[in-house]
């Protein structure tokens, strides 16, 4: 009827859980400090095999003091969180930070989880720095030039292709990082370092280049983090070769 919007705004909740959608998320989470989701479909086994624990989770952070919400999201449903939360597998857990998602990437076991969730909501908490490297006039030089391999990407703090290599880039960045030696990933605001975007041609966004001791040549990989990595490590072999 005419008050179904306010029965959308309304959290049920589920063996403890409470669930989320489109039309209530933002209303719910605007006043907490920390809350962990849970993003599932539900044709997913993992999902299934899951909820028992995630269940148990959410009533061991209820009892702390004070509660932290445990929520769950019909991803397949609420489409919008979805793509806002860049979410492209189930399940996918994220733990917001007043209103900032921490992606969750440790095991799907209460303990972790019940850990992880601690610590983030710890009023001395902050999230880690990014792994891509910032870049402008002043560092830039130095940085490309002493790389044996890098990769920039260009971009405009409203384009919305950027927006979505994003989280992409710099999970690929976290994983480059890790290799021995370490190919570094690196980014450079084109709308406010005009001089480098012109002096590299740079005319779309986003526009990847790799350098090679300072040299650029066009970066033609995939966009998404397990195509970036393989993309890089192959381009490092091919330089050594």
């Not at 179904?4 to 933002?26: M, Q, R, T, Y």
Request: hydrophobic residues 35%; negative net charge; proline residues 8%.
């Amino acid at each position: 009827g005419p008050l179904g919007s306010e029965d959308d705004l309304e959290v049920k909740e589920e063996n403890g859980v409470l669930v989320l959608n489109d039309a209530n998320f933002d209303n719910f989470v605007a006043d907490k400090d920390t809350v962990l989701l849970e993003f599932y479909a539900p044709w997913c086994g993992h999902c299934k095999q899951f909820a028992p624990e995630y269940e148990k989770i959410a009533n061991i952070l209820k009892d702390k003091d004070p509660p932290i919400p445990v929520a769950k999201i019909d991803a397949t449903s609420a489409s919008v969180l979805a793509s806002r939360f860049d979410v492209s597998g189930y399940p996918t857990i994220k733990i917001l930070k007043k209103g900032q998602a921490v992606d969750y990437e440790g095991s799907r076991t209460q303990e972790e989880i019940v850990a992880k969730v601690r610590e983030v909501s710890q009023p001395d908490w902050t999230p880690p720095p990014e792994v891509t490297l910032v870049l402008t006039k002043e560092n830039f030089d130095e940085v490309v030039n002493d790389a044996d391999i890098i990769l920039v990407e260009f971009y405009a703090p409203w384009c919305g292709h950027c927006k979505k290599l994003a989280p992409e880039y710099e999970k690929a960045a976290k994983e480059l990082s890790k290799r021995s030696p370490p190919i570094p990933l690196a980014k450079v605001d084109a709308t406010a370092e005009t001089d480098l975007a012109k002096r590299f041609d740079v005319s779309g966004y986003p526009t990847l280049k790799i350098f090679r001791k300072g040299r650029p040549y066009d970066y033609n990989g995939p966009r998404e983090k397990y195509g970036i990595v393989d993309y890089m490590i192959e381009q490092s072999g091919a330089a050594a070769s």
